[in-house]
């Protein structure tokens, strides 16, 4: 038996990983498949239901419409692209087990979710953290598993795919360097064009290092800085003070340091709220203040007022289903694959 984990099982792994656990893509030229061998779609399925975790599917690619079998607790994708999967396209991540690579998993999401949620899902793979396995408002750091351009590269290997065209357009709006999936939101909301009901900022960085000076080294623990969302070549920063993801007072005492510091530098620095984020007239009018200090005017105001309103509302709610799901450690799903994932010696 073999198993590439797909979809969005996939995207849960992509979401779980963290350097706990360990990895390695298939190099060759002929990419493995799914195979039940030794043990069927049925038996899989009777194994995950002994498990005390929360019901639900895990979602597995096939190559073939014969090898197609589901049960009640594995659902199987058939991918049958019309060019061969090119080398690293899945990784081994345990005996018997492997998964669709991150590009390979955005290109699968891609074919399939709506688009708000389709942008949110891509974001947070491209960003800087993962989920704790059992606490959904803990955020773990990590590096970064791909990026856009690598995403794009892939992508011209396996160009007649189906998602491939809905994710380059989906590239066009999301950043990498993400930190939480609230800044996840944020950053969608504030890059997505006029036109799907995004703020169309100039183009930004997130979470970009800043040169420290000596005066500002006096107010801040911080070794380096490090702005949320920032514009370097007009020297502003918004700074999303955030209490939705595991925040303490630590935590707050340290952003105030972090805000003094950038403002002693002579940074223009815009600290927002959850509640200003939330509340879309109060973050309408934050986005004013910020336009004043970009030097850009806002001509489509009132005609893209309430496409932007409701992408905002879409956008928070794609985050709160994301945040409610339940920790994988409560999964039936995760019970049965979490302990045949190759652990990374540390």
């Not at 589901?70 to 018997?96: A, D, Q, W």
């Not at 893209?304 to 992408?311: C, P, Q, Y």
Request: aromatic share 8%.
């Amino acid at each position: 038996m073999f198993l590439i984990l797909d979809d969005v099982t996939a995207y849960e792994y992509w979401l779980l990983y963290n350097p706990l656990y360990s990895n390695f893509p298939d190099d060759s030229p002929r990419q493995p498949v799914t195979t039940f061998e030794h043990s069927s779609s049925n038996e899989i399925s009777k194994m995950i239901a002994m498990k005390d975790g929360e019901a639900g599917p895990i979602h597995i690619m096939v190559d073939s419409l014969s090898n197609r079998r589901p049960s009640e607790n594995v659902t199987c994708h058939v991918f049958m692209p019309r060019t061969p999967l090119p080398p690293k396209s899945i990784y081994h991540i345990g005996p018997n087990l492997g998964v669709v690579s991150p590009e390979l998993c955005m290109v699968r999401l891609a074919a399939s979710l709506p688009r708000y949620e389709l942008l949110h899902k891509v974001s947070n793979m491209l960003g800087l953290f993962s989920f704790n396995y059992w606490d959904r408002m803990e955020l773990v750091e990590r590096e970064a598993i791909t990026s856009i351009q690598k995403t794009r590269e892939y992508l011209k290997e396996i160009p007649y795919a189906k998602g491939v065209r809905n994710l380059r357009q989906a590239l066009n709006s999301v950043c990498e360097r993400c930190r939480s999936p609230r800044e996840t939101t944020l950053a969608l909301n504030l890059k997505m064009s006029t036109r799907l009901g995004g703020q169309s900022l100039p183009p930004f960085e997130v979470n970009s290092d800043l040169d420290m000076s000596d005066e500002a080294k006096l107010l801040t623990k911080k070794s380096n800085l490090e702005g949320d969302i920032v514009w370097k070549k007009k020297n502003a920063v918004i700074e999303y003070n955030s209490d939705e993801w595991h925040l303490n007072t630590a935590q707050t005492i340290s952003d105030m340091e972090k805000i003094s510091a950038m403002q002693r530098m002579g940074v223009t620095v815009f600290p927002m709220s959850t509640r200003q984020f939330d509340d879309y007239d109060v973050f309408e009018s934050f986005i004013c203040g910020v336009r004043a200090v970009l030097g850009v005017r806002d001509r489509n105001a009132d005609a893209a007022r309430a496409k932007r309103r409701a992408l905002h509302t879409d956008l928070i709610e794609v985050e709160r289903v994301e945040r409610e799901k339940p920790v994988l450690g409560e999964t039936a799903r995760w019970q049965y694959l979490e302990p045949r994932l190759d652990v990374a010696n540390l």
